[in-house]
């Protein structure tokens, strides 16, 4: 059968978290489609980050080209395609991170294949589970063109380790055509944090609109969160109402997370925002409504003032320390 | 100026979605459907850049069932000129849907597509950069802009996206902060949740859109091929989490937090 190919995103020289779950869910298409799994790199002086990729035991094309330093679409589509044609790859497997989703369906187009997004799991039969109108029903998805693209949803996955032989580096000639080069990268605004990044926190503390404003985000929530040593997150509403930024935002238009503890704190738990974060390990509620939804998934429910609970919650996590 | 705009009919996000007992779907008893939320603001988009001047026209496409008719006059009484309905059976994919736009882009010569960043029924984010691979053109995904919904060049109905001299200047989503990215038109530009705010169609909005145009083309008469190659077996419902409880107190809380659970 045919080779998984996995797509390694990296970012100033290191290879994410997110990839390490690609390379996991790429080998487990490979296993079950009876195929070889391998990854390919893209960008400009990326040897290092193709030698690290290679010591999770697979074998790794490297195109290594100036038009691939900043990532864009054209670019990277175009080269993509042509590594997964000529070294004829069946599944092309790439985490659902921001560049994941921009690339994948550009590929998809540009090969002509068939598309699964954000898949939770490949089945023996061939056939991938993913989510649909926002978490609330599952489907089972078959891909029925020769080649097939896939982005994995990065919480569905435990991350690939290090190990087995290390595999070989190959280097493939990109071939971008000037009809591919027309995006100019001109500028990345870090959102500066010493926390946590939230896809990839253990725990994360999230809040929702009736923290009533972007001071008591600050005030309010983050100390809690940082006794904890927590990402901060938050709800649609409170991203709407403009607390916070939006790449805090849990949810289904947000981010999707799992981490080993996922605290609430004044969200009501709209379906948009429950389909973000309901894979969490223990997902824990504090709000004054004891009807809200959240309370329907939350291992742990405190009806209470979050205005009173929340700065108790953090002398009391403080005094663990 | 040329603004091709998608607009997609898609059940009301705060609705309770079910999956039916033989997993063929979901059950839409009683289900209002609306604009996909996400190509409402893309719709936005393309009015704020129209009415800041150089005369573009605003054209809105759909593909899907008769009934999508419904979602096209909504967007034509909040502004949009005209729009094209594409008639198509229901189990398209998101590659047919990108070749068919890629038909009419091409015949209306279009310089911008503007689309929502996904649908909110199929959630799968696919058919913009499909649409930009096919055509050829540059993309710029998950649009959106620095400035906070509350701010004034918001209240003023400022566009987000720059268009100057033949290039689009797009802030884009990413993970870890905000990219900025240049590309030159035509291009596909799919929008985030925080570019804007929609407005409301006003009451002469709604009349004047009874009036506007809305063709309606058979799929199969574009001479695309939209053989659809991704199909859904079956629907399932999500696994339910068990139960929790509840504790009365925040020591309560955090002493189960720390000796039951483990988890701080």
Redesign the interface.
């Known amino acids: 059968m045919g080779n998984v190919l996995v797509f390694a995103e990296h970012h100033a020289q290191k290879v994410l978290k997110t990839t390490q779950v690609a390379i996991a869910a790429g080998k487990d298409a490979a296993a079950k489609s009876g195929g070889e799994c391998q990854a390919v790199v893209l960008g400009s002086g990326v040897d290092a980050v193709a030698n690290e990729v290679a010591e999770y035991g697979v074998k790794v094309y490297v195109v290594d080209d100036a038009a691939l330093a900043n990532y864009t679409a054209d670019a990277h589509a175009a080269a993509l395609a042509q590594v997964v044609n000529e070294k004829g790859a069946a599944t092309l497997v790439a985490a659902a991170t921001a560049v994941g989703k921009d690339l994948l369906p550009r590929v998809a187009a540009l090969l002509g294949a068939g598309m699964a997004s954000d898949v939770m799991a490949f089945n023996a039969d061939g056939s991938l589970e993913r989510p649909m109108y926002a978490g609330n029903a599952i489907a089972t998805v078959s891909i029925t063109s020769a080649q097939k693209v896939v982005s994995v949803r990065t919480t569905a996955f435990d991350p690939a380790a290090k190990g087995g032989s290390k595999g070989a580096v190959e280097k493939v000639a990109a071939g971008i055509d000037a009809d591919s080069k027309k995006t100019k990268f001109v500028s990345f605004n870090e959102v500066k944090s010493d926390r946590p990044v939230l896809t990839e926190a253990s725990i994360i503390v999230s809040g929702g609109r009736a923290l009533k404003s972007g001071e008591n985000f600050k005030t309010v929530l983050e100390p809690l969160v940082d006794a904890l040593g927590a990402a901060m997150g938050a709800s649609r509403a409170a991203v709407d109402a403009g607390f916070v930024p939006n790449d805090l935002q849990v949810g289904q238009t947000g981010k999707v997370v799992a981490p080993a503890l996922y605290i609430a704190v004044g969200i009501s738990g709209a379906i948009q925002h429950l389909a973000g974060m309901k894979d969490s390990k223990i997902i824990v509620a504090i709000n004054k409504d004891a009807e809200a939804p959240i309370f329907q998934v939350a291992d742990y429910g405190l009806v209470a003032d979050l205005f009173k609970a929340v700065p108790e919650m953090t002398e009391e996590v403080k005094k663990l320390k | 100026m040329k603004i091709l705009v998608t607009v997609k009919r898609v059940?009301d996000?705060?609705a309770?979605?079910?999956?039916k007992p033989d997993g063929t779907g979901?059950d839409t008893t009683n289900l209002k459907y609306v604009v996909n939320p996400?190509d409402e603001i893309a719709v936005e988009e393309a009015l704020r850049i129209k009415e800041k001047g150089g005369g573009a026209e605003v054209v809105l496409v759909s593909v899907g069932d008769k009934v999508a008719s419904e979602q096209l006059r909504t967007g034509l009484a909040m502004g949009a000129d005209r729009a094209i309905l594409v008639l198509a059976p229901a189990d398209l994919?998101?590659?047919g849907v990108?070749r068919i736009f890629h038909k009419l882009a091409t015949d209306e010569k279009a310089d911008l597509v503007l689309m929502g960043k996904?649908a909110?029924?199929?959630?799968?984010?696919?058919?913009?950069?499909?649409?930009?691979?096919?055509l050829?053109?540059?993309?710029?995904?998950?649009a959106?802009k620095?400035e906070?919904?509350?701010s004034e060049a918001e209240k003023n109905s400022q566009p987000g996206i720059q268009l100057s001299g033949g290039t689009a200047?797009v802030m884009?989503?990413?993970?870890?902060?905000?990219?900025?990215?240049?590309?030159?038109l035509p291009a596909v530009i799919t929008v985030?949740?925080?570019l804007n705010t929609p407005r409301y169609a006003s009451l002469p909005g709604i009349m004047k859109a009874r009036k506007k145009e809305l063709k309606e083309i058979a799929a199969d008469s574009l001479g695309v091929d939209i053989a659809?190659?991704?199909?859904?077996?079956?629907?399932?419902?999500?696994p339910k989490?068990q139960?929790?409880?509840?504790?009365e107190?925040?020591?309560e809380?955090?002493q189960?937090?720390?000796n039951e659970?483990k988890?701080?």
């Open positions: 059940p996000p705060n309770a979605i079910k999956v979901i996400f994919d998101s590659l990108a996904q909110i029924d199929d959630d799968s984010n696919q058919t913009g950069q499909m649409l930009a691979a096919l050829g053109w540059p993309q710029a995904t998950f959106s620095a906070s919904l509350d200047k884009r989503e990413v993970d870890g902060g905000l990219e900025t990215l240049e590309c030159p985030d949740l925080r659809p190659q991704t199909k859904i077996l079956k629907l399932s419902p999500p989490r139960a929790g409880r509840t504790v107190s925040v020591q809380l955090v189960v937090l720390h659970a988890a701080i």
